[in-house]
């Protein structure tokens, strides 16, 4: 069993940065994949970046360049960087966790076996 815990929500003016953390408690084999998900209000949940056990990395295009995950394997701790937010970046993050061998660049809900609960992040002007 694998439990996902994230951090605290949080506010940042638009242009500023923010990083969240995920940590992930219970069993990780050795090939996994973990991605970062958005959900905007009123929208259905996108992914935004994952990572395999690795390193390697992927990214959808709206945050390529401004977005970066990372890992601390030694301490099962999932990151992702947000900078130069901007307001569409309003809303939940959820990290997710799945037993792959390597992580597809169509990072998809559906692949994903493990979530937490969820960061609430808020962009103002």
């Known amino acids: 069993q694998v439990q996902l815990q994230q951090s605290e929500g949080d506010s940042v003016q638009a242009g500023g940065s923010l990083k969240l953390t995920c940590s992930v408690f219970?069993?990780?084999?050795?090939?996994?994949?973990m991605a970062w998900f958005h959900q905007s209000p009123g929208k259905d949940r996108e992914g935004v970046a994952n990572?395999?056990?690795?390193?390697?990395?992927n990214y959808a295009d709206s945050v390529k360049g401004r977005f970066t995950a990372s890992q601390d394997k030694a301490n099962n701790v999932l990151y992702l960087e947000l900078n130069n937010m901007q307001p569409e970046d309003t809303g939940i993050y959820y990290c997710?966790?799945?037993?792959?061998?390597?992580?597809?660049?169509?990072?998809?809900?559906?692949?994903?076996?493990?979530w937490g609960r969820g960061t609430l992040v808020t962009i103002f002007s």
């Open positions: 990572i395999d056990s690795d390193g390697s990395t």
């Open positions: 219970g069993s990780i084999y050795s090939s996994y994949c």
């Open positions: 997710a966790a799945a037993y792959l061998t390597y992580c597809s660049g169509n990072i998809v809900a559906s692949d994903f076996n493990y």
